[in-house]
């Protein structure tokens, strides 16, 4: 089982842009599909982007196609790789709690039964 965990959350205004991280706990990423979804107060997750393993293609939701890039890094000082999601352009639509998921492939990436293990959630608010 893959622990993951997700940073970088919080308020931002309208316009601007925020980094959330997805990291690992004792297990590299680069073995997973990547995915990216978030989920608004009373609904149900909805898919945001996925990054397949090993292609590293990658997939976003019509809201968010070209505003958020997801992107894979890797921290050589410690051999651990991280999934960036790089947000710009933040709307009024975009605030809920943004969750990583480990999958094996991007295929069908919008389901959430696609996906094995989850983080717990980051925050984004966005608002003036």
């Known amino acids: 089982q893959v622990q993951l965990v997700e940073s970088g959350g919080g308020l931002v205004q309208p316009g601007g842009s925020l980094r959330l991280s997805c990291a690992p706990s004792?297990?590299?990423?680069?073995?997973?599909?990547i995915g990216w979804f978030r989920q608004f107060p009373g609904k149900k997750r909805e898919g945001v982007s996925c990054i397949a393993t090993p292609t590293r293609a990658t997939y976003y939701s019509g809201s968010v196609k070209g505003r958020f890039t997801i992107s894979r890094a890797t921290d050589t000082s410690t051999a651990e790789k991280r999934v960036y999601l790089q947000m710009n352009d933040l709307k009024a639509e975009d605030p809920a709690v943004y969750y990583c998921?480990?999958?094996?492939?991007?295929?069908?990436?919008?389901?959430?039964?696609?996906?094995?293990?989850w983080g717990q959630g980051t925050q984004v608010t966005v608002s003036s």
């Open positions: 004792g297990y590299a990423l680069n073995a997973f599909s």
């Open positions: 998921a480990a999958g094996n492939q991007c295929t069908s990436w919008l389901a959430v039964d696609e996906y094995d293990d």
